[in-house]
């Protein structure tokens, strides 16, 4: 298609009024429900962002099209609807491929709008010229170029369909120069419905008789709950069904807060024992990949049983088949188990030999952990560092977590007391996330405290965030947990420089990057200076950062089994 045809498909002769391709793009997604824009300006995006504002959007300039398409995923993963990132052309669309892919392996909706080079110019070497759409097709639920202004009401609607409807996922718009500049006719415009939250669908009652009587059935019962039941916001629904049940419980890391990490019932603090025991496991939307061991041996039983909720068909039966399938939303599903056993009353018994088995373990791994939490020495160990962390967090606080042991350590310690209120590294592993969530978290709840536990190695991908989160004022306080390295470096640099490849910088002071931005920077070595600092750090305005130094060869208890095993 010509500039001509680009620019005809939409605008007429008669003289009436008329608006951007750029303008209409801004108003459908706001009538669609996208609140927030993440994004970084240039060609040809720049006067869109400026539409997306005048629409009522948020926009929020960012540093890096990385950071900004992770956040439009965690802000979309919030909110239960997609939300924005805008990006140029180019270099720029293929820096926010990273987010794409974040968000399709963690299964959280987004939109990704892909400035282009004018269709008038493809394929003779235009400015950032990209075949985008094909960039971004293997890693979206949907991927399409717009090719025609007036048709841009469609496309909108058919993305924000796909990002949340079934399994949630990111969707990839691309916007050629000649579109976003074409003049459309707003009274032939036809906009498109708004599409209504998604469906909620039950299962077949007989499907939940079957797996009460699994369930009854069982000697070591087990629920897993996973994200899929935050994103499903079926917080209450599946409290309800642990109350009622009375059954053991562990959550994945983003499964966590669903049900509260404090609640008696939870048996997160004996994880390996649990998963390697249990007879009978309630998997409540979460896959059973490689962080949670694929549900195979030596991890779990090889006779266990699964009962599956899943909202996606094809998932069930992935890699261990299951014996009862719950095909559909989470909150409808654990609903219809609640409301049977409303009229069956039915409890997991009090006495029990696995309820004993798991309560032992969990009192030994909390003698270790008091033990590693009462070291003063220094440099100080992961468990000082983030029992600290902890004991400071605001209570109703969103937590994000990056890095290797800072991550997985601080799964056990930092506590989530509602649903998705962590935001960590995910089904991706994607280290680098920290910042942009931080900054999405921060923006989607006005005033909120948001916290992010960071190991120096992922603060490092996105720490010129900190200009963002200045400029917006957001109070964010960023906590790095400082080990010299990517999974600990050394003290020293070697005289020649040859430093293993894990090695950062020693002593880098990461918080003077506060500093810089007029921002509030704090550098602890002491244990015992780490509670006050801490508690300042969360207190004001604006973000912060505490650089907390720990060994560089601090570590994890020791565990049967490899986190990654
Ligand atoms: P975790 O990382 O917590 O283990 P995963 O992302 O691996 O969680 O799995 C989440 C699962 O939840 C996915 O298989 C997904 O299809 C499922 N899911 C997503 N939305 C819903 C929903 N509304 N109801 C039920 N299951 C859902």
Known sequence: MTTETAQSAGATSTGASTITGARLLARCLKQQGVDFIFGVVGFPITDFAVDAQREGIRYIGMRNEQAASYAAQAAGYLTGRPQGCAVVSGPGVIHALAGLANAKSNLWPMILIGGASAIAQNGMGAFQEENQVLAAYPLSKYAHAIERADRIPYYVEQAVRATIYGRPGPAYLDLPDDVFTAEVDESAIRYAPVVPDPPRSAAPAENIEAALKTLKSAENPLVIVGKGMAWARAEDEVRDFIERTQLPFLATPMGKGVVPDEHPLSVGAARTLALQQADVIVLLGARLNWILHFG??????????????????????????????????????????????????????????????????????????????????????????????????????????????????????????????????????TMGVGMGFAIAASVVNPGMRIVA?????????????????????????????????????????????????????????????????????????????????????????????????????????PQQFGWHT
Not at 315 to 320: A, F, H, L, Q, S
Not at 344 to 372: F, G, M
Not at 382 to 401: E, H, K, N
Not at 488 to 510: C, D, I, M, W
């Open 453 to 557: 536990v960071e190991g120096d190695a992922a603060f490092g991908f996105s720490g010129m965030e900190l200009e963002t989160m200045a400029r917006y004022n957001l109070p964010i306080t960023t906590v790095i947990i400082n080990n010299n390295g990517i999974g600990g470096g050394l003290t020293e640099l070697p005289k020649n420089r040859q430093s293993p490849p894990s090695v950062l910088l020693p002593g880098a002071r990461y918080e003077k990057i506060a500093e810089a931005f007029g921002a509030r920077g704090y550098y602890v070595t002491e244990p015992d200076d780490l509670p006050g600092v801490l508690a300042e750090a969360n207190s004001g305005e604006g973000p912060t950062i505490v650089n907390v130094a720990i060994a560089t060869q601090a570590r994890r208890k």
């Open 296 to 429: 195979l041996e030596p991890r779990y039983r090889k006779d266990v049983r699964v009962i599956q909720l899943d909202i996606a068909a094809e998932e069930i039966g992935t890699n261990v088949p299951a014996e009862v399938a719950l095909v559909g939303d989470g909150k409808a599903i654990v609903g219809q188990l609640n409301a049977a056993l409303e009229q069956a009353p039915w409890q997991y018994p009090v006495e029990t030999t696995w309820r004993s088995q798991l309560q032992q373990k969990i009192d030994a791994n909390a003698l270790v952990s008091a033990e590693l939490t009462a070291d003063r020495s220094t440099p100080m160990n992961y468990y000082v560092a983030l029992q600290a962390v902890q004991d400071a967090m605001p209570r109703d606080t969103i937590i994000v977590s990056e890095g290797a042991s800072t991550m997985d350590i601080g799964r056990t310690i930092l506590m989530n007391h509602s649903a998705r209120t962590r935001l960590d590294a995910g089904s991706y592993g």
